[in-house]
């Protein structure tokens, strides 16, 4: 791995653990084993180094998401399927954590990949559901657009109540009840 990818790897760790405003540029070089100079050399600063650290994190999400929900299967599977995908409920997540650091949601630059990747997220989810409305899995009545909003919800929520908690299991309660209400929109 060069020296800009381990720069990126390590404000990509850095921010997922203490977020935008708890890193520092000298935490950021320490971690990658680089010099000021290199970090200065590869990018312009902090911010600049962030956003390519955050633009990493939003690709492996979408990926990550989009592998599950592009599957095989019904809607209500491909769903269940995103809901219930291994994760790290403890830690959180590495691009929702960006839009609770104040520093990154004042900034445009930074908040971009944030609003962007939810945005695509909400915009495959409620794909998804749409598929189910359309084949007859899912009701008729349930609108895809707030039904992605909740699903991403339940995900983002729930990550917040197993950090507040200390244990991942008011995440897994989160989401066997977005499964649940998944399978009772059926008609």
Request: proline share 4%.
């Amino acid at each position: 791995m060069d020296t800009a990818e381990r720069l990126i790897e390590s404000a990509r760790q850095l921010l997922w653990e203490r977020g935008y405003v708890g890193t520092s540029p000298r935490a950021i070089q320490e971690r990658a084993g680089a010099g000021q100079g290199s970090m200065y050399h590869h990018f312009r600063g902090k911010p600049d180094l962030a956003l390519a650290a955050m633009r990493r994190s939003a690709e492996e999400l979408t990926a990550q998401a989009g592998a599950v929900l592009d599957a095989e299967g019904g809607a209500v599977a491909r769903l269940a399927g995103y809901l219930e995908r291994e994760r790290e409920p403890l830690r959180g997540c590495r691009v929702g954590r960006m839009a609770m650091d104040p520093d990154v949601v004042v900034s445009d630059e930074l908040r971009q990949p944030v609003a962007e990747t939810f945005a695509w997220l909400r915009a495959r989810l409620a794909s998804v559901v749409a598929e189910g409305v359309a084949s007859g899995e899912l009701r008729a009545e349930l609108d895809p657009a707030h039904t992605a909003a909740a699903v991403a919800a339940v995900v983002q929520g729930g990550y917040v109540l197993a950090r507040a908690a200390g244990t991942r299991e008011p995440f897994d309660d989160a989401v066997r009840g977005a499964v649940a209400l998944l399978a009772a929109a059926r008609p």
